[in-house]
């Protein structure tokens, strides 16, 4: 059964911007922190960027100044708005939302930043 619903990755050219979405089920309640994590091709997964419920952020040093997490409570979705892409950004970029009650994984969206 999915849970979360990621979509808006591809193909973009050094330089371009894309938006990534990740909706949850309605079914998931309690919902607390949402964040963003990539896995580049060869590499261990690594966190990006994070939002609370009451709406603090946090980013890694590589993104900052360029990704922009948001979210709408009311339809339990995570944003990722990437500007000024590189293709170091290049990877399997995944949604986690956390609950009181679990925890939960995107399926994984592609995003290839082409030089």
């Known amino acids: 059964q999915v849970q979360l619903v990621e979509s808006g990755g591809g193909l973009v050219q050094a330089g371009g911007s894309l938006r990534l979405s990740c909706a949850a089920s309605a079914r998931i309640s309690g919902i607390g922190s949402m964040a963003w994590y990539r896995q580049p091709p060869g590499k261990q997964r690594e966190l990006v960027a994070t939002i609370t419920n009451g709406g603090s952020t946090s980013y890694a040093d590589s993104v900052k100044g360029r990704f922009t997490i948001s979210r709408d409570n009311a339809k339990k979705t995570v944003y990722l708005q990437m500007d000024s892409l590189k293709p170091d950004d290049t990877a399997v970029y995944y949604c986690?939302?956390?609950?009181?009650?679990?925890?939960?994984w995107g399926q994984g969206t592609q995003v290839t930043v082409s030089s």
């Open positions: 986690k939302v956390v609950s009181i009650f679990n925890s939960y």
